[in-house]
Structure formats: C-alpha cells, structure tokens
C-alpha cells in the first residue's frame, strides 16, 4: 500500500517562499506520476501542480504557474513544490497524491488521484 507523508509547511509573509516535501512509501515510486493539491477552509480540494514519470513532464494551475514549481527526486521517493511569492489566497493545507494505476500518463484533470497524505498547513500573511 503506497503512504505519502507531506512536510515543510508553516507561517510565511506574503512574497516569501517555502518547500513542500511528500515522501513515499510502499510503491514503485518512479513509476508514478503525483501531484499537489490544497484545500482552503470552505472551500473544495485544488488541483495545484503534477509531475509525471516518464519525461518528468510538469502541469500547473493557473493561478500558481510561475511561481511554483514541482519535481521529483527518485532516489529519495520524494516529490518536492517549491513556492516562491507566495500570497495570502495560498494559504491552505496542501496534499500529495499518487495518481494511479502504474504507469499512467498525467495529461490534465484529477481523475486517478489516491492515496492522500495527512497534508501540511501553509499559511501566508499578508
């Protein structure tokens, strides 16, 4: 069974920066394309960014593209967002997933989406 542990969220000022980590376990990781998403109090759950396996291909919202990025480290399990000018509507807590089954390709949507980690808070002040 794939387990995703997501870490590095915090308190930040508005134009600041923080990384987000989610280790993990139990699968073939760099068989797997993931993704983050967040989810801000009252509202639904986002689609924010996803990297895929096989060209390490990347996808992102709209509203964080060009300041986020996403990669991969299959060494260390580990798929990384780093986000940079971050602004208070940022603010949420922020989930990695695995998008199954093996080997499927991310071209855009949530669908195939599983395995959520606990998630980490991020909250900017303005």
């Known amino acids: 069974q794939v387990q995703l542990v997501e870490s590095g969220g915090g308190l930040v000022q508005a134009g600041g920066s923080l990384r987000l980590s989610c280790a993990v376990s139990?699968?073939?990781?760099?068989?797997?394309?993931m993704g983050w998403f967040r989810q801000a109090p009252g509202k639904e759950r986002e689609f924010v960014s996803a990297?895929?396996?096989?060209?390490?291909?990347?996808y992102y919202a709209d509203s964080v593209k060009g300041r986020f990025t996403i990669s991969r480290d299959n060494a260390k399990n580990t798929v990384y967002l780093q986000m940079n000018s971050l602004k208070p509507e940022d603010t949420a807590v922020y989930y990695c997933?695995?998008?199954?089954?093996?080997?499927?390709?991310?071209?855009?949507?949530?669908?195939?989406?599983?395995?959520w980690g606990q998630g980490t808070q991020v909250t900017v002040s303005s």
């Open positions: 997933a695995v998008k199954f089954p093996r080997y499927s390709i991310y071209r855009g949507g949530v669908a195939g989406f599983g395995s």
């Open positions: 139990g699968g073939s990781f760099s068989n797997y394309a």
């Open positions: 990297i895929n396996w096989s060209d390490t291909s990347t």
